[in-house]
């Protein structure tokens, strides 16, 4: 059978056509009951598009910021279920609730120098980070910050502060906490572009298992290998996440630590 379109028939939408991101997949699963009433109840009041993104924004980031054990990517619905997350899960439900609200969304993936983890992850080489791009005002807008809520955001901020440190526990010290829905926002405070600590840009995906299955990735990485490595560390970085809400740890860093600038 030929590849070919049908005579007459429109091209497909490049890939930063809207229309190209508004689809179901594994991950983002759409029909899933649950998750159109949550996103109906989310934008029903809402009078543009504008508002309708910002509220789906802050349902997602006032989900408690978590490192989870789990040997497969999270479905919108189970993230959903579960009412916290990492950074991909997170993404995925954000991403699912904004086009079920018929709202074009996609991941943008970018690998950050293992430095912007430092207090969270020991020994980290580098680690990938999904922004979420929304269309917006005809163009595409993304921003980090609904990784963290606001709770994680200030704890973490004051103990950056605390430790005279720049970069740590997944942003910057003068990171953007909130995004307005129009302009790019970033925990580490600069445009992925422009951002030191960006090592590669991955490009955009619909959602985890697409960039899992992407050249960028395998390229880089073993899956499996992967998935290992983050459940080996997830725990430490689980205690590491309740004791910076709590308030526990060090005043200051081991000597060698300290930044000088």
């Known amino acids: 059978?030929?590849?070919?379109?049908?005579?007459?028939?429109?091209?497909?939408?490049?890939?930063?056509?809207?229309?190209?991101?508004?689809?179901?997949?594994?991950?983002?699963?759409?029909?899933?009951?649950?998750?159109?009433?949550?996103?109906?109840?989310?934008?029903?009041?809402?009078?543009?598009?504008?508002?309708?993104?910002?509220?789906?924004?802050a349902f997602v980031k006032r989900l408690p910021f978590t490192k989870p054990l789990k040997l497969q990517p999270?479905?919108?619905?189970?993230?959903?279920?579960?009412g916290r997350g990492d950074s991909?899960?997170?993404?995925?439900?954000?991403?699912?609730?904004?086009?079920?609200?018929?709202?074009?969304?996609?991941?943008?993936?970018?690998?950050?120098?293992?430095?912007?983890m430092r207090g969270l992850v020991p020994s980290l080489s580098s680690g990938g980070r999904p922004a979420v791009e929304v269309w917006a005002q005809g163009r595409w807008v993304g921003t980090d910050t609904y990784i963290f809520d606001a709770a994680y955001m200030a704890a973490a901020r004051q103990r950056l502060k605390d430790l005279g440190w720049t970069w740590g526990y997944g942003i910057h010290r003068e990171g953007h906490a909130i995004w307005n829905g129009l302009d790019g926002a970033?925990?580490?405070?600069?445009?992925?572009?422009?951002?030191?600590?960006?090592?590669?840009?991955?490009?955009?995906?619909d959602d985890v298992l697409a960039f899992s299955a992407s050249e960028a990735y395998r390229k880089r990485r073993r899956p499996l290998t992967r998935s290992l490595h983050w459940n080996m560390v997830a725990p430490l970085m689980e205690r590491a996440i309740r004791e910076l809400r709590a308030g526990d740890g060090p005043a200051s860093p081991p000597q060698a630590e300290r930044e000088t600038s």
Not at 74 to 82: E, F, G
């Open 1 to 57: 059978m030929s590849d070919l379109p049908e005579p007459g028939a429109p091209p497909p939408p490049g890939p930063d056509d809207p229309r190209r991101w508004l689809g179901a997949t594994a991950l983002l699963d759409l029909e899933d009951p649950r998750l159109r009433v949550r996103a109906r109840s989310l934008t029903q009041l809402c009078k543009t598009e504008r508002e309708k993104v910002l509220s789906v924004y």
């Open 74 to 82: 999270r479905t919108a619905r189970q993230v959903l279920d579960a």
């Open 88 to 116: 991909p899960d997170k993404a995925t439900l954000l991403v699912a609730l904004l086009r079920s609200a018929g709202i074009p969304a996609r991941l943008h993936w970018y690998e950050f120098n293992g430095e912007v």
């Open 186 to 205: 970033w925990v580490g405070g600069s445009p992925p572009a422009e951002d030191p600590m960006v090592l590669e840009d991955h490009g955009c995906y």
